[in-house]
Nanobody, 125 residues
C-alpha cells in the first residue's frame, strides 16, 4: 500500500490550493481516508476525513467551512480543497488510510495504518 500526496506549494493568505492523494497497491474505494498536518514544532493534527463511500466527512474546527475533502474512487484519488488559506495553515500535509475496509470517518492518527510522505503548504501573510 502506497500513498502519494502532492499539490502543496507557496501561496498567499486568502488563496486556494488543492491537495491530491494518490493510492496504489490495493482498491482504495473500500477504505476510509484522512488528511492530517504537522506544523513546525507542533504535533501532527487531524484536518479532515472521509468515509469509504464518500458520504460521510469530518473536519477539524479550525478548517471547517474552508476545507473540503472528497474522493474519486474510480481514480484512487482523495482531494483536499483548501480555500481562504491562513498563515496558520502552514504545515506538511499527510494523507492516510486504514487497513480495515469500510468504516466511517476517523479523526485520530492512531486509527490510520498507512501514511503518505507529505506535501508542504506554506501560506504567507
Amino acid at each position: 500500500v502506497q500513498l502519494q500526496a502532492y499539490g502543496g506549494g507557496l501561496v498567499q493568505a486568502g488563496d486556494s490550493l488543492r491537495l491530491s492523494c494518490a493510492g496504489s497497491g490495493r482498491t482504495f474505494s473500500y477504505y476510509a481516508m484522512g488528511w492530517f498536518r504537522q506544523a513546525p514544532g507542533k504535533e501532527r493534527e487531524f484536518v479532515a476525513a472521509i468515509s469509504w463511500s464518500g458520504i460521510s466527512t469530518s473536519y477539524a474546527d479550525s478548517v471547517k467551512g474552508r476545507f473540503t475533502i472528497s474522493r474519486d474512487n474510480a481514480k484512487n484519488l482523495v482531494y483536499l480543497q483548501m480555500n481562504s488559506l491562513k498563515p496558520e495553515d502552514t504545515a506538511v500535509y499527510y494523507c492516510a488510510t486504514r487497513s480495515e475496509y469500510y468504516g466511517s470517518t476517523y479523526t485520530s492518527s492512531s486509527d490510520y495504518n498507512y501514511w503518505g510522505q507529505g506535501t508542504l503548504v506554506t501560506v504567507s501573510s
